[in-house]
């Protein structure tokens, strides 16, 4: 046996067995660390989103670039209409949207994460604690809600014939529910939503300039939804593009008012997304965990109700 | 997608999901540590700074490769810096004294099996850069190139600490089976 080939069996037939003392005694100066990041973190305000990004002096100065260059000119969002400098995104969006719209033609699936910020009158905001993971693929959808660290919900939109079967299963109430309809779940693809997005930057109304998010220099464009729909003026969307691969890191929605409370709005957030992941088989395979009953989370709340009263 | 998810839970302070990472690669790390330091209680050491940096870290950190490879070079890192402060410390105590394995505090209880302490044992005859190379290239997968970046020396230089210490190996297990 070659030497290599020697050392690879050692390594692969290596194994080191610890107690449960011994883990304890070398994770635990990391816990000991996480649980400081905890308080810290809930500790702090979660600050707004948009602060943090127009806090960078780049994003500043690119801001007021475009403002200048918008009422000085009176000229087109798009100043450079053959950038040499790299920053496609000065270029005519005609050109590079097919670019981007020929790549996300390529996803086959993608998972993102998800996230609401409530805005109060008053402007300040708060960040909700419950928050998804939303994985799609060409034709399932998969929807995990958590409240904090806890798993409460999962929901699976699966292709049932002509139509779509739903079925959730409820953590906290250790029910699920499940119906056949003609539902699907296009309003929560994120990748139609991306296009959308990518066929309306000719109309952008802001560029917002570049920033780091998630790691990667981003450029990002605000677009209003009254461009679309029946949508206000002052509902705005903002998507951001990795200024490399050319993939949106980040989409927002601004300014959707809060039902039954006109006063508050609140922003959506998408981010952190995977594309093309290397998920498990059975991701879109709706279960139910052994024991859970089948009702609608609303009949059981109502039961639990009438409980208390009584 | 599991790795990305467990990231995300730990970054937002769980518990739980830090517990299931170091379950899911402490053996990696303890195999990488053993082999490249050849002392069990530094092994331990190890794997407890891996983790407490990874821990600091999580604020900023960005998952964009595989967590197993993320784990195993910021070992090989702290590894080095084990290594150099070993090599300073029995340099100042004693130049004369050559550099030898440390005793184990009998306290420790990790249990190594055969493979591993023949692994360590063969690992130990060479030079800590090869060894480096050798264990980075087979156990966290990384190609040459990869290597010699996170090494801050050329793809070359990787290649040939590999080769030589891969000779080194040939005569040391082939003695072994004279033996």
Redesign the interface.
Known sequence: MKPADKIKELINKSDARTTSETDKRILGGALEHLEKLKQKKSAAKQPNLWRIIMKTGITKLAAAAAIAIIVLGGITLWPDSSPDNGKWWLGPPAAWGQEILAQLDTIKGVTCHEQTVLVMSDGSEHTSSTWDILYVSSDSYRRDIYDGDFLREIQWYVPDGDGTLQHSIRYDLKSYFTHSGEGSFGNYEPIERMRFYVRLLDEADRLLGETVIEGCNCVGFEISAGKYGDNPENWVDCIWFDTETKLPVRMEKHGRPVTDQPDKTFITIQDQFNYNPDLPADTFTPETPEGFIHAHPDEIKAAMEKEQKE | ??D??LV???K?????A??RI?EKY??DL??LA??LLNEKSAA?DL??DV??S???S???F?L?GSLKGYLLTCAANHARNTNKAKQHRSIEADPAEPVTPGTDEPS??????E??Q??SD?MAHLSYEQREV??LH??AGMTFKTIAKSLGISANTAKSRYRYG??K??LI?NDEVKK
């Open positions: 997608m599991e990305k998810l995300l839970r730990c937002r302070g769980s518990r739980d830090l517990g170091y402490k053996t303890l195999i053993m082999a331990e794997v407890h983790f407490l990874f821990v600091q999580l604020e900023r960005r964009t420790r209880s990790i249990i190594y099996n493979q591993l023949q692994l063969a050798i264990m087979f156990q891969i000779d190996l040939r297990l």
